[in-house]
């Protein structure tokens, strides 16, 4: 549901609370024919409940066979069609670790990536090196000059980092420099409409130098970039839905498309614990809370079956602490799918449920890909997951006489 006409039509100002807990990339496969997914073999009891009191289904980020990108599959969540409103992975990083991105600037998200004597790539995340030799990586790449043009990189996290390239008549339709996997070199950066061909060029001779710059810095010897973008303009979510919103975020990509629809962002730790904390000292304080989860994702990218569970059980464990804030509803899903054993993002339908007082409860008893199959939410579009928890939350007017 994205006619956020009709919503702001029907939205109530209320005084019921509403959290969102997203793992991100929590759909997953069985490694063997008979086995089971990430989120069947974890022990989920807490969750199991929500499930079996709730409703549930497998949500649709994109459409059937689409896997999608992190930004995409998070706007759908907050009841944006992703195919209209789109925001480059560039920006969402830039946003999320508070540069201040201007009209003429085009960002970039950038990761740190190990090649061989023949340039062909044998790690794409550089070991996920740690976040500080990633900002000391960062210094040398700010050090690089390009005449007319002024170029930024900053850390992010990990093996990530923003470049932002400044001048008026740049362009972000740029192909992307990963090739998504090992063995292949950095592909060079591709102008993906006439206009944007000069952008291209000067990205490309910056590829270069940085090429140049990073020779001695194994495992951190070369880079990727994609998600080129400048900043779009979107509907804020407390305009449209009349919710005072939160985020609870550690990985400022995250923080980013929050931020850009309109949310607050909250400080908070790295640890999941940490993250619930923050929702439990801020609960009096917003009526709408999303609060991301990111190792689920990092560990199904990692192929870490083991560690993904570990992961959703940790996050089982703390249900409890949510629960006994008192939300009025809580919705538990991912943004996408991310199976350790493909070791990538994946079109799968991704495990959803929704819990309130006024859950019509279905056939669900557990909370898993098999048994969200079963659900009475069946598949259904991401974008119709906000619609559906203002309902339960009594924030949504009747629609006609």
């Known amino acids: 549901m994205s006619n956020f006409e009709l919503i702001k039509e029907l939205a109530l100002e ?23 997914t990430e989120l069947e073999k974890a022990k989920t009891p807490h969750l ?21 990108g992190s930004g995409p599959a998070h706007l759908s969540l907050f009841g944006y069609d992703p195919l209209k ?89 740029l192909s992307e420099t990963d090739p998504q996997q090992v063995g292949l070199a950095p592909l060079p950066v591709k102008a993906v409409t006439p206009e944007a061909q000069p952008t291209a060029d000067l990205v490309n001779e910056w590829l270069e130098l940085a090429r140049k710059a990073l020779a001695g810095h194994h495992p951190a010897n070369m880079v990727t970039l994609r998600g080129f973008a400048k900043t779009p303009d979107l509907p804020q979510m407390g305009d449209v839905y009349k919710l005072k919103c939160a985020a609870i975020a550690a990985y ?38 999303f609060v991301h989860i990111k190792k689920t994702d990092s560990y199904g990218e990692d ?64 909370f898993s890909e098999k048994e969200c199959a079963r659900g009475g939410l069946g598949n259904f579009h991401a974008t119709d997951l906000m619609p559906l928890l203002m309902a339960n939350a009594l924030r949504l007017a009747k629609f006609g006489a």
């Open 303 to 366: 192929g870490n079956f083991d560690a993904k569970v570990h992961i959703i059980e940790e996050v089982d464990a703390l249900i409890p602490s949510l629960m006994v804030l008192q939300p009025d509803v809580v919705a538990v899903t991912g943004d996408h799918s991310t199976p350790a054993l493909l070791k990538s993002h994946s079109w799968h339908p991704v495990p959803a449920l929704v819990w309130s007082k006024y859950s019509r409860a279905d056939a669900a008893v557990a």
């Open 48 to 68: 199991d409940r929500l499930a079996k009191e709730g409703v549930c289904g497998l949500s649709i980020p994109i459409a059937l066979g689409i896997t999608p």
């Open 85 to 173: 409103y789109e925001i480059g992975r560039g920006v969402l990083e830039a946003v999320g670790i508070d540069f201040d991105l201007g009209p003429n600037d085009v960002a970039g998200r950038g990761n740190f990536c190990s090649i061989d004597d023949g340039g062909l790539i044998t790690d794409r995340r550089a070991g996920r090196i740690p976040t500080e030799k990633c900002a000391e990586l960062c210094t040398v790449l700010q050090d690089i000059k390009i005449s007319g043009v002024e170029v930024f990189v900053r850390p992010v996290k990990e093996h990530r980092f923003v470049l932002v390239v400044r001048r008026e008549g740049l362009s972000g339709a």
């Open 14 to 36: 209320e005084k019921t609370k509403i959290v969102l807990l997203v793992m991100d990339g929590l759909g997953g496969l069985p490694l063997t024919p008979d086995g089971m």
């Open 252 to 289: 400022p990509m995250y923080r980013g498309v929050a931020k850009l629809v309109g949310m607050t962002l909250l400080p908070t730790g790295d640890t999941i614990h940490s993250e619930f904390e923050t929702l439990r000292n801020q609960f009096s304080a917003y009526d709408f809370f």
